[in-house]
């Protein structure tokens, strides 16, 4: 494991730095937030302007081609890029689907058309995508997808419902897995395709959540119908397209799940009382401070684990689920920790408390989800299990059985 740049890694970090100091306001304190106070339209426009901005210097997409518009270099001067955005006040979580998984999987199934039309458009942030791959029934198992895609002439048509799609309200394109024969087993039945949000038969539903954000959606889609030249990847081999499309997730190390846990909580214990004294002195407070400090340290070193890979020229390997799992049990304790050490108050919304607050308590509200989302706690374990440590895989008697039969 290397913590240095090489020389042209720490090169590169300068250039960028002297251009985000040149275009983009510092981040003032870790509370600091872009676009508070803008609503969704306001907000998706200076995304799309920044986005716009990027692909003018060349950093809209760092380590794609430049024959598809991309800059040419490597995944981790990505990353570095992500790292140094980071310290400044810029539009994120608009982009993330669409440059993290949705474009490089179009980048590597699509055909010249595809690419030609999709991807530099994208980079330059006309165009927004999202990722329909969960469904009611098919959550960390997707080989369960039940959207189906039928036949019909030159074309197909898609029924069925996908859920837990983020940004799907703003997106104007989304990689959609569906189901194209139910006599194959369930993971070779699959077919992926480009989805135009636009076309009629969509309905998208916001799902309010407990943090009081709609980021995640329900997608319904009735008789949608495709032409052709939307399939993405041979027709049955969507689930080699959507395990590509997971493994871009990998790459996105730029910013670690545990985030400013130990600093935050840290502050905090400090301005509380208990018993006429700073929190922080109390033994069981500090034993909760030294835990979130070690689940931000054993993140941070396995991220560096995953840069010094891609700095190779090599794939991080599957010890990468390792951060999910770490870093969402540690928004979660973190997040309790807090609320203990405001005893009563600590309930009260952070909008009364302060903006210390505000962090602790998205800890809290949001770690159930981040425990499921991108594949359970369950699914991590499995993962670190069998393809890290070499223990037997899991007894699927489902395997190679028709998927036709498992429905009944």
């Not at 999202?130 to 039928?150: I, K, M, W, Y």
């Not at 700073?278 to 401070?289: L, N, S, T």
């Amino acid at each position: 494991m290397d913590f240095d740049d090489t020389p042209e890694e720490a090169a590169f970090r300068t250039r960028v730095r002297a251009w985000l100091e040149a275009n983009a306001t510092p981040k003032r304190s870790r509370d600091d937030r872009f676009g508070a106070g803008l609503d969704e339209a306001a907000y998706l426009a200076a995304a799309r302007a920044w986005q716009a901005k990027k692909a003018a210097a060349g950093y809209a997409a760092i380590a794609a081609p430049r024959e598809m518009g991309g800059l040419g270099g490597t995944p981790a001067m990505q990353v570095i890029y992500n790292q140094e955005e980071g310290r400044f006040l810029t539009p994120g979580h608009v982009f993330e689907v669409s440059l993290g998984t949705a474009l490089p999987t179009v980048a590597m199934w699509g055909t010249s058309e595809q690419k030609a039309a999709y991807l530099e458009p994208a980079f330059r942030g006309d165009h927004i995508w999202c990722q329909l791959f969960s469904e009611p029934s098919a959550g960390s198992d997707l080989g369960n997808v039940r959207t189906r895609a039928v036949r019909d002439g030159d074309g197909w048509i898609v029924t069925g419902q996908k859920v837990w799609t983020s940004g799907a309200h703003f997106a104007d394109y989304g990689i959609l897995l569906a189901r194209t024969d139910w006599d194959e087993p369930k993971s070779k039945g699959l077919t992926m395709f480009i989805l135009d949000m636009k076309l009629p038969g969509i309905e998208v539903r916001p799902i309010r959540q407990i943090s009081e954000e709609s980021h995640f959606n329900e997608v319904f889609l009735s008789e949608v119908r495709l032409p052709e030249g939307a399939r993405l990847g041979p027709e049955g081999q969507g689930w080699k397209v959507m395990l590509s499309t997971l493994m871009q997730e990998r790459f996105s190390l730029g910013e670690n799940f545990s985030g400013d846990l130990y600093d935050q909580i840290a502050g905090l214990a400090r301005q509380v009382l208990w018993n006429d004294r700073p929190a922080i002195e109390d033994a069981r407070v500090r034993a909760g401070i030294a835990d979130a400090y070690i689940a931000q340290f054993g993140v941070d070193l396995i991220v560096r684990r995953g840069m010094s890979a891609i700095s190779r020229g090599e794939s991080p390997g599957p010890e990468m689920a390792a951060i999910k799992l770490i870093g969402a049990r540690a928004f979660q304790t973190a997040g309790a920790l807090a609320l203990e050490l405001g005893g009563a108050e600590g309930l009260i919304a952070a909008e009364d408390l302060g903006a210390d607050w505000r962090l602790p308590q998205l800890f809290w509200i949001s770690a159930p989800g981040a425990r499921i989302a991108g594949g359970t706690d369950e699914i991590q374990k499995n993962t670190i299990a069998e393809r890290v440590l070499g223990l037997p895989g899991e007894i699927r008697t489902d395997r190679d059985v028709p998927f036709r039969e498992l429905e009944g």
